[in-house]
């Protein structure tokens, strides 16, 4: 996930995974996706559009990944 997040010129390190999405880093939805699409290629999980529309971090793409994972 951190080497995507690098790819993508998003730092997680820190509080900055606690920046919001299109204020705080200013990304476009298409952006965001693309991210998710990524990790979900390289992590062989796919999540569901109900969870991609409550993203709204970094943060919020680590633990949605995380409660994936661990389902």
Do not use: W
Not at 10 to 37: A, H
Not at 50 to 63: A, G, R, T
């Amino acid at each position: 996930m951190i080497s995507v997040f690098r790819e993508f010129g998003i730092p997680i390190t820190g509080t900055k995974k606690f920046r919001q999405f299109y204020s705080d880093i200013p990304v476009d939805k298409i952006y965001v996706e693309g991210i998710l699409f990524e990790l979900e290629c390289r992590l062989g999980v796919t999540l569901e559009d109900s969870v991609n529309e409550q993203i709204h971090s970094p943060l919020d793409v680590i633990m949605a990944f995380k409660a994936k994972a661990l389902a």
